[in-house]
Structure formats: structure tokens, C-alpha cells
């Protein structure tokens, strides 16, 4: 591996853009999510899912609001459930589909200043296996 890239901070940076709260197929949220979530702003979990959740496929995410961002998206504030972020969230873009397909990191990339493009992709799938494994020991789901 090159020396140079090692870590998942050899390249990713977060820059807060909130580009990643910006459509992108939706944001999948489990179970947990909508617990936390629901504790969190305060609202019936067993009402979440009619009031904040649409669904792709077989799987609930959460509803865009009418400027294409995740409903607790606000441009001034940022995430208003950043404490709580749905784990897709703590995830990005360490996530799954990069490892099965790590072309898929350039392709997000062209979405996100923060990640670096072009990193070799055997380097990539070992790095984005490192920090899922290292983001699934540190919560419990």
C-alpha cells in the first residue's frame, strides 16, 4: 500500500458542506435510527416513519425536503440531528457499496469535495473495510 495512504483520513476530510445531505438517493435509516432519532426531536417512533420517512425499494429513508435535502437538513444549522445522524450517516462514505464496488468512490466523489479521487482500488476497499469495521465495533445497533 502506498505509504501515503493508510488511514481513512489519507482520503477523506469532512468539509461540512452538507452535500451529502443533498438527495443522493436517500438517506436508509434502521430501527435504531428512528428511535434515537424520534428521542432525540421528541416525536411518536410509531408516527416517524408516516411523517419522515419515504421509502426506496424495500427500505425507509428519510423524506427530502422541497430544496432536495434530507428533511433535517437547514442550511444555516447544518444537521439538526447531527448528534443522532442515522448510521448511513456516521458512515459516509465508508460505506458497504465501496467495498463491493470501489469504482463506486469516484462516482461519489464528483459529489463530495472531501473525498480524494483516484486512490487505487485494492487500497480503497481495505481502507473503507477498515473504518466500517472500526464504526460498527464503536456503536451498538
Request: glycine letters at 6%.
Amino acid at each position: 500500500m502506498d505509504s501515503e495512504i493508510n488511514a481513512g483520513d489519507d482520503i477523506f476530510e469532512c468539509r461540512q458542506c452538507g452535500d451529502c445531505c443533498n438527495g443522493f438517493g436517500g438517506t436508509y435509516v434502521t430501527e435504531k435510527d428512528i428511535l434515537n432519532i424520534s428521542a432525540h426531536i421528541k416525536f411518536d417512533p410509531k408516527q416517524f416513519i408516516a411523517r419522515y420517512c419515504d421509502m426506496s425499494g424495500s427500505r425507509h429513508v428519510l423524506t427530502l425536503g422541497k430544496d432536495g435535502c434530507c428533511i433535517f437538513f437547514d442550511k444555516e444549522k447544518q444537521c439538526t440531528i447531527h448528534a443522532v445522524k442515522p448510521y448511513m450517516c456516521k458512515a459516509w462514505p465508508f460505506i458497504q457499496a465501496v467495498i463491493e464496488h470501489p469504482e463506486n468512490w469516484n462516482a461519489m466523489s464528483n459529489s463530495c469535495p472531501g473525498m480524494k479521487k483516484n486512490i487505487p482500488h485494492k487500497d480503497l476497499a481495505k481502507i473503507v473495510a477498515i473504518e466500517k469495521n472500526k464504526l460498527d465495533k464503536s456503536i451498538i445497533r
